[in-house]
Nanobody
Framework: VQLVESGGGLVQPGGSLRLSCEVSGFACDDYAIAWFRQDPEKEREGIAVISSSDSTTEYADSVKGRFTISFDDTRTTVYLQLNSLKPEDTAVYYC?????????????????WGQGTQVTVSP
């Protein structure tokens, strides 16, 4: 299984970005893809997760209403739409995969990770 993130960058407060996570190599149909983020001074935080079986989602309170996770039509890419960005959203964003297919946001439940993409929110 391989996960490759892209789409990070520098954006002003209030702006938007769309992150992508290309997923390949999954042998099962029921899995979950989650997005996490980590600031160097904080623990890794789970922010959004989506199930491959029915596209149900879960969000952390810190991003609910601002971020949206979704699959593309082929289910080979998971997007994270980031709107109304704030300076405190600055972090490295990672996607991760779980073959159990459960909607979990604890990083210890995930064993497959991408390399991360930097998001910086600054005037």
């Amino acid at each position: 299984v391989q996960l490759v993130e892209s789409g990070g960058g520098l954006v002003q407060p209030g702006g938007s970005l769309r992150l992508s996570c290309e997923v390949s190599g999954f042998a099962c149909d029921d899995y979950a893809i989650a997005w996490f983020r980590q600031d160097p001074e904080k623990e890794r935080e789970g922010i959004a997760v989506i199930s491959s079986s029915d596209s149900t989602t879960e969000y952390a309170d810190s991003v609910k209403g601002r971020f949206t996770i979704s699959f593309d039509d082929t289910r080979t890419t998971v997007y994270l739409q980031l709107n109304s960005l704030k300076p405190e959203d600055t972090a490295v964003y990672y996607c991760a995969a779980d073959s159990a297919g459960l909607l979990r946001l604890d990083p210890t439940d995930y064993g497959l990770w991408g390399q991360g993409t930097q998001v910086t929110v600054s005037p």
